[in-house]
């Protein structure tokens, strides 16, 4: 064991390197993330901010380091972490349910040939209404809107009743409504004491939504608490000289300001 | 040649075709089902490599048994050769995928056609070996149902009967597998495991199929039935069970018609059977069939005209009187004209539409008068819509994952006490409401 990485860190990262085809996408990472923390990684398009969550659950080869789950390798870990990747990653033509896909979080525990049965189906059930869209169980996947579907993701994930949440930007192109059901359900799974690691891309809801900020680009420029780490500074070396978005910066900065002081 | 003949063959009456029928028939059930993952997994050009590359080892495993001194055309040793060389070219493909960066049709087009033609130059060479004749090893080609044997179709129905148990033992697991890879790999699924066993499975129909339906055809004996099963269904169960079904009637019909006609090839007569499956449940297919869409469509468009006509002719009534409760008076047709914009035709239409329903009169003055029935019915629909504008302007943050226009139950979709509110936000607890905007 690695002196900075003690095994109490629900996530530690060790000098973690990525590349694809020779071009790096990730660059000697280094990270500790807190228990008990609503983490938010943050950083420009092509930082690697799904390349790193997908990294540290086996998804893409590591060229080099490794990634503990409290101390040990994700394969000894699996039944601590529940996985929430982008929508668009699956075909959501595809002839399931709501309810088949949330079931599929139960799987693991069921074990290879069993069935499916009722008590799945009714924690399925749970999970949905859950995320209010329990009327709509029956529904072919295809039929939901955008928000729903990301609802549907949601719910597979919590039917696992995991303890460190990984979520690939569950607020990109959801409806308002959804973005705050989502953000309310992520602090009161924080306030039961889980861990929520999420892929963000606004700045603007940064300080707003996370208490743990980690700042991303190819290498991790800062890693801390929110209130210190989401600085001007910081965020200037994180997204260089990408001027478009400092009238952003600008905002999100103000916003900090605000909700510091209530 | 008639239809009785047909129609017993059909029936299973002979005693010489009823197991080759039998057989064809489970080979389309298995082929249905076993496709369905393949064409959810997004691999059917990879089963279309898989069966090309089974033809050199036909040839290959002829000329070893020939020159061993077996008889060359024993089907189980053609067919393990078919499995060798069919699983290389698969093992190929996946080689040359994931080693350069060719796309996945380049690496499939190369490979299933370098195999195809090496196959082809291998059975012409087997012809040349002194002393056997290899003819009939094209049969494996095109298909040939005639050359099949009673053991033969031992060997068939055997491997089908432990495909479709392994397929069903492990329905979940390949669903995780083509829903959702990623998912499947974090949950600790071991995803090329499930990859293989899904390409054995394939290959094992795929083999087996040869004699029967020929290496061309058999990828849309693999295809054709689950993609005409989708039309009909949104579930994963019932496009199974309709997709095995399908494949054994094409496989039903193919094989009895083929044994009648001879030199017609049953793979051919499966493949267009199959086909007029799929084209009809195109057109018709409950679930995604292009027909029940356009009716769908035709529906919707019905209603909305109706809901656009009495909540016009409400709405006239409403702003010319002060009666309360509104009173239902007669109103000219040039006024309902003026009201909102119709489409040419459109308002004869609608009026003709809602007489037949009983919502509309015509007065002998030539006036149009809402029916009692029609009247509540306006009310109704302009009361609902004006809570959906309200609601729409009230809560747009929330609006757009919850709004249904079209919804006649508001109360169902907002509950009651969204819908007491803003009925209280317009002070008025009465049915009717003024409309939030000036009309």
Redesign the interface.
Same mark, same amino acid.
């Given at each position: 064991m690695r002196p900075e990485h003690p095994p109490e860190f629900p996530l530690a990262v060790h000098d973690l390197t990525v590349a694809y085809?020779r071009k790096p996408v990730l660059w000697d990472v280094e990270l500790n993330i807190p228990e008990g923390t609503l983490a938010g990684i943050v950083g420009p398009n092509g930082a690697g901010k799904s390349t790193l969550l997908?990294a540290c659950? =086996?998804?893409i080869p590591k060229t080099s380091g490794e990634a503990l789950i409290y101390g040990k390798p994700y394969?000894e870990q %699996?039944d601590l972490?529940a $996985?929430v @990747?982008q929508r668009e !990653?699956?075909?959501w033509d595809? @002839?399931? !349910?709501a309810l =088949?896909?949330v079931t599929?979080g139960t $799987? %693991?525990k069921?074990g290879?040939?069993?069935?499916?049965g009722p008590t799945q189906k009714k924690q399925a059930l749970e999970a949905l209404e859950q995320v209010g869209i329990g009327h709509f169980a029956n529904r +072919?996947i !295809?039929q939901l !809107?955008g928000? +729903?579907q990301q609802r549907v993701f949601l719910a %597979?994930a919590l039917v696992q009743d995991a303890q460190i949440y990984f979520m690939d930007e569950p607020f990109a192109a959801v409806?308002?409504?959804?973005e +705050?059901a989502i953000i309310e359900l992520l602090q009161s799974l924080n306030a039961r004491g889980k861990t929520v690691l999420c892929v963000h891309h606004d700045l603007a809801t940064v300080s707003r939504y996370f208490d743990h900020l980690v700042l991303l680009n190819m290498r991790v420029v800062a890693s801390g608490p929110t209130a210190e780490t989401f600085t001007r500074e910081n965020l200037q070396k994180t997204y260089g000289g990408k001027l478009n978005l400092l009238d952003d910066v600008a905002q999100a900065l103000k916003n900090v300001g605000r909700h510091e002081s209530p | 040649m008639t239809w009785e003949l047909l129609r017993d063959t059909l029936l299973l009456e002979y005693h010489n075709t009823r197991l080759v029928v039998l057989g064809v028939a489970a080979l389309g059930a298995t082929a249905g089902l076993v496709g369905s993952f393949l064409l959810l997994r997004k691999q059917s050009l990879l089963g279309d490599a898989l069966s090309h590359a089974t033809l050199p080892g036909i040839g290959i495993a002829f000329a070893i048994m020939t020159a061993l001194g077996f008889s060359g055309k024993s089907l189980p040793g053609l067919l393990l050769g078919a499995t060798i060389t069919g699983l290389l070219g698969v093992l190929l493909v996946l080689a040359i995928r994931s080693t350069t960066r060719l796309k996945d049709d380049a690496a499939m087009g190369i490979v299933l056609s370098v195999f195809f033609g090496l196959g082809v130059a291998i059975l012409k060479m087997t012809e040349k070996i002194p002393g056997v004749s290899a003819a009939g090893l094209e049969g494996f080609i095109y298909g040939k149902t005639a050359s099949m044997v009673w053991s033969d179709l031992f060997l068939i129905i055997g491997v089908l009967a432990v495909t479709t148990t392994i397929t069903i033992c492990l329905l979940k697991e390949l669903t995780l597998l083509c829903f959702d890879a990623n998912f499947a790999s974090t949950q600790g699924w071991p995803v090329l495991v499930l990859d293989i066993i899904l390409m054995a499975l394939v290959t094992a129909v795929t083999v087996v199929g040869l004699q029967a339906v020929g290496l061309i055809l058999i990828i849309a004996f693999l295809i054709t039935p689950p993609t005409a099963a989708r039309f009909w269904t949104n579930r994963l169960g019932s496009m199974l069970f309709l997709s095995a079904i399908i494949g054994a009637i094409s496989g039903w019909l193919g094989a009895s018609i083929s044994a009648l006609y001879s030199n017609l090839p049953a793979g051919a007569i499966i493949v267009i059977t199959a086909a007029v499956i799929f084209l009809v449940s195109m057109i018709f297919g409950t679930a995604r069939g292009v027909l029940p869409r356009y009716l769908r469509h035709l529906k919707l468009q019905k209603k909305v005209g109706r809901q656009h006509l009495l909540r016009a002719t409400y709405e006239i009534l409403e702003n010319s009187q002060d009666n309360t409760p509104l009173k239902n008076l007669p109103i000219a047709m040039g006024l309902l004209r003026k009201h909102r914009y119709w489409a040419k035709g459109e308002l004869s239409k609608l009026i003709r539409q809602a007489r037949a329903e009983d919502h509309i009169e015509r007065q002998p003055s030539g006036e149009l008068r809402l029916s009692e029935s029609g009247f509540g019915e306006a009310s109704r629909i302009t009361r609902n819509h004006r809570l959906w504008e309200l609601y729409l302007i009230r809560h747009a943050d929330i609006a757009p994952s919850h709004v249904d226009r079209d919804a006649d139950m508001v109360e169902h979709l907002l509950g009651a006490e969204i819908v007491h509110q803003l009925e209280a936000e317009l002070e008025l607890s009465k049915p009717t409401i003024e409309s939030p905007h000036a009309i």
């Open positions: 085809h997908k659950l =086996d998804l394969a %699996r972490i $996985y @990747p !990653s699956v075909d595809f @002839p399931v !349910s =088949d896909v599929m $799987y %693991r069921l290879w040939f069993k069935r499916i +072919q !295809s !809107s928000g +729903q %597979r409806d308002a409504a959804t +705050q | -």
